[in-house]
Nanobody
Framework: QVQLAESGGGLVQPGGPLRLSCEVS????????MSWHRQAPGKERELVAT???????NYADSVKGRFTVSRDNAKNTVYLQMNSLKPEDTAVYYC???????????????WGQGTQVTVSS
């Protein structure tokens, strides 16, 4: 059974750092493309950062230079290091795993439950 478990969210002051983790179980993590998304109240879910199975990363313009995505295949975990946090970064953050399903011959997405990040003084 595939499971994604996010952790590390919380309350942080503007300008502060926070690191999110997402531990994956139930399939070969190293073959999956991973991404972080967020959803603020009243807004649609948006893509924050992606990292391929090979380690290449991309970021939304709003977080470039402040957020860093990384992965540790030995620990089946993807991270999102967030620095210089702003109040507008407040949202529920979700990790997503995408992998090719041999059974269904298509890409399949798996989502975590989300972790709340609140940036406020």
């Amino acid at each position: 059974q595939v499971q994604l478990a996010e952790s590390g969210g919380g309350l942080v002051q503007p300008g502060g750092p926070l690191r999110l983790s997402c531990e994956v179980s139930g399939f070969p993590f190293s073959s999956a493309a991973m991404s972080w998304h967020r959803q603020a109240p009243g807004k649609e879910r948006e893509l924050v950062a992606t990292i391929t199975s090979g380690g290449s990363s991309n970021y939304a313009d709003s977080v470039k230079g402040r957020f860093t995505v990384s992965r540790d295949n030995a620990k089946n975990t993807v991270y999102l290091q967030m620095n210089s946090l702003k109040p507008e970064d407040t949202a529920v953050y979700y990790c997503k795993a995408q992998r090719w399903s041999v059974v269904s011959s298509r890409l399949v997405d798996y989502w975590g439950q989300g972790t709340q990040v609140t940036v406020s003084s």
